[in-house]
């Protein structure tokens, strides 16, 4: 990995995220205000050690692309807009994708909102463009599996390297599974939700989610407490769970409000989808499935479910460790 990582030659460069105040006693890795109240979760999965790596490293990185297939985003919150590129709405046909609903916005906050603009949050990843695909609240077949086809068309010309959508049920819907197959065939990575019934979903599988058993492009994520090696009250598990994330009470952007909390695996997803593309901003060239492997194999192992009772069989991410993979100091 390690020698496919320097052979594809990146320039020496530094990034715009933080990089002098991580690890000062005291002293918040970023100027955003409302850090404070991601530190708890963020410090759990190493994110500020994982941007010191990044950001110390002379690597060249480069921007990620992120097609989040979802209910639009507030094309104008100010914590965003800087990272948000044209998307489309497949119920309009058109590039409007300004978010009505919520749910959208509040995962391109945790993905992506700007990192160190003295406001409101930090998102996980600072290199990321955001490109919103909206079914707006349209969560059926046509309109999911339209999103996806249109993020597989779309994928060379606006380098999309991952794909991100929150949705989850018990029944395989065919149009839906054959494009997201269509999708990892095409070399992008799908990242999805186990669902938020609190419930084992090993046997009664919920979908897409158990389509990664066969997949090797696809990471399930299921939701974690905030710092506690424990699984979140609200989040399905099951034997073919890649990886979990903290998903209780996240901060994030919001329409209604400038800011808000998000409970639940959507928000697992996300951090996920913001540590997986920290690896793609290093090497381009990674496989999807190197970079699904990449967080897997670095996770940190012992996750309980939410009786505190039962050890599960995949881990919570570790931001640092599956960067460290790329650039170990």
């Not at 989040?68 to 507030?74: A, M, P, R, Y």
């Not at 897409?208 to 905030?226: D, H, N, R």
């Not at 967080?295 to 009772?309: A, C, E, M, Q």
Request: with cysteine; charged share 20%; hydrophobic share 40%.
């Amino acid at each position: 990995m390690l020698g496919l990582f320097f052979t594809l030659g990146y320039l020496i460069a530094s990034s715009t995220a933080t990089r002098s105040s991580v690890g000062k006693t005291g002293v918040p890795p970023v100027n955003d205000p409302d850090y404070k109240h991601q530190a708890p979760y963020f410090d759990a999965i190493n994110i500020p050690k994982a941007w010191r790596r990044l950001t110390s490293t002379r690597v060249l990185r480069q921007k990620v692309t992120v097609a989040l297939i979802d209910t639009g985003v507030k094309y104008n919150h100010p914590d965003l807009v800087g990272n948000l590129v044209t998307g489309y709405n497949v119920i309009r046909n058109s590039t409007d994708t300004d978010d009505k609903a919520g749910h959208g916005t509040m995962m391109a906050g945790v993905l992506g909102a700007t990192i160190n603009n003295s406001i409101g949050i930090a998102g996980v990843m600072d290199l990321v463009n955001i490109m919103p695909i909206s079914l707006e609240e349209n969560f059926v077949d046509e309109p999911e599996a339209a999103s996806l086809q249109y993020a597989i068309e779309t994928k060379d010309t606006r380098r999309i390297k991952i794909i991100l959508m929150a949705f989850s049920g018990n029944i395989l819907r065919p149009k839906v599974a054959q494009k997201i197959r269509q999708a990892v065939q095409a070399g992008m990575l799908v990242i999805v939700t186990a669902g938020n019934y609190g419930i084992n979903v090993t046997v009664d599988k919920r979908y897409p989610c158990a389509l990664t058993q066969q997949l090797t492009s696809m990471l399930c994520v299921a939701g974690t407490e905030q710092s506690k090696m424990r699984l979140g009250t609200f989040s399905n598990f099951a034997n073919y769970v890649d990886i979990a994330a903290p998903g209780d009470k996240i901060e994030t952007t919001s329409t209604l409000v400038s800011y808000d909390q998000f409970t639940g695996t959507s928000p697992a997803a996300a951090i996920v989808a913001g540590v997986a593309a920290m690896l793609y901003s290093l090497a381009p060239g990674l496989t999807p499935a190197d970079v699904k492997k990449i967080p897997k194999s670095t996770s940190r192992k012992g996750l309980k479910d939410s009786t505190g009772k039962v050890t599960l069989p995949f881990g919570r991410v570790d931001a640092d460790k599956s960067v460290a993979m790329l650039i170990p100091r």
